[in-house]
Nanobody, 119 residues
Framework: QVQLVESGGGLVQAGGSLRLECAAS????????MGWFRQAPGKEREFVAAISWSTGSTSYADSMKGRFTISRDSVKNTVYLQMNSLKPEDTAVYYC????????????WGQGTQVTVSS
């Protein structure tokens, strides 16, 4: 198994920045892909960004491109989400998830961290 713990959420004004962290532990050698998702009240969970654990290649949801940056530190087994130019509509619980090798879906999820952007 892989355990994921997010941190870095909080309250920020519109236009501000936050950096989320996701610390992975356990069978981290089995990780193929790490992703960030978010869920706002009354809405479905949506994809934010993902990064290949081995190559570092990244992908983003269109609405986050240019504002959010995902990165990883393989030594620290940590994934980051740098969020800039935050908007009130970015308010959500942000979740980190990992997808093991040879598995189609994200299997392990963190507990989430709340991000609130005030106008």
């Amino acid at each position: 198994q892989v355990q994921l713990v997010e941190s870095g959420g909080g309250l920020v004004q519109a236009g501000g920045s936050l950096r989320l962290e996701c610390a992975a532990s356990g069978r981290t050698f089995s990780i193929d892909l790490m992703g960030w998702f978010r869920q706002a009240p009354g809405k479905e969970r949506e994809f934010v960004a993902a990064i290949s654990w081995s190559t570092g290649s990244t992908s983003y949801a269109d609405s986050m491109k240019g504002r959010f940056t995902i990165s990883r530190d393989s030594v620290k087994n940590t994934v980051y989400l740098q969020m800039n130019s935050l908007k009130p509509e970015d308010t959500a619980v942000y979740y980190c998830a990992s997808r093991p090798m040879a598995v189609a879906d994200y299997k392990y999820w963190g507990q989430g961290t709340q991000v609130t952007v005030s106008s």
